[in-house]
């Protein structure tokens, strides 16, 4: 099945989140003390290869799904990962959080491997589940005397940077030797989820 992408199915957050970063160096020098946690936020996703890999991965499926799933996978992982994030903050125990984020890389790297087209209410309760994992690991790990809010709105922008890049990326599904490539970044993806599954493990 051909899939067709327009321009404005792709989601508006990470063009709107592109003008804050833009604008962050100038906010930032004004507003030193409540901006760090801000910063931290938004470096904090990009810190780690498995959180990268995955975040990308999601934008990666959702470009070989086409609209709705283009942009609903990438709206759905962060509104549900600033839920994980809370509890995170807030202290709640989740086991196995490190597990869970190198099983999302496995998985997402395979559906994105296998051209997976499973009905968009299951693809969309699989990224959900995924990101609980991802945004506890990143609430966990705030900065003693930095702003819970601002570091969380941080990691959400990033992380929707990351998406768009994957849904960039995906947009050569559009022809044949771009799709064989598409698989072969899902193999990628899902061969680094198993050594980081080898790690957590270890």
Do not use: N
Not at 134 to 159: K, M, R
Not at 161 to 173: F, N, P
Request: glycine fraction near 14%; include cysteine.
């Amino acid at each position: 099945m051909k899939c067709e992408v327009s321009r404005e199915s792709m989601p508006a957050v990470p063009w709107l989140a592109a003008g804050v970063l833009l604008a962050l160096p100038a906010w930032a020098h004004e507003q030193s003390g409540q901006a760090a946690g801000f910063v931290t936020g938004m470096l904090h996703p990009v810190s780690g290869l498995d959180h990268v890999l995955a975040m990308v991965a999601v934008g990666l499926w959702g470009a070989q799904l086409g609209a709705p799933a283009i942009w609903l996978l990438p709206v759905t992982f962060p509104l549900v990962m600033a839920f994980g994030g809370f509890l995170g903050l807030l202290g709640v125990p989740l086991p196995g959080v490190e597990v869970g984020i190198a099983v999302s890389a496995i998985l997402l790297g395979a559906m994105v491997a296998t051209q997976s087209r499973p009905p968009l209410w299951l693809a969309a309760a699989l990224v959900g589940f995924f990101a609980v994992f991802h945004g506890h690991a990143h609430g966990t790990e705030l900065p003693a005397g930095e702003s819970g809010l601002l570091y969380s709105i941080g990691f959400v922008i990033v992380t929707g940077l990351l998406h768009a890049t994957g849904i960039a990326i995906g947009l050569v599904h559009r022809w044949r030797k771009g799709r064989i490539a598409l698989r072969g970044a899902g193999a990628v993806v899902g061969a680094a989820g198993v050594f980081f599954l080898w790690r957590a493990l270890a």
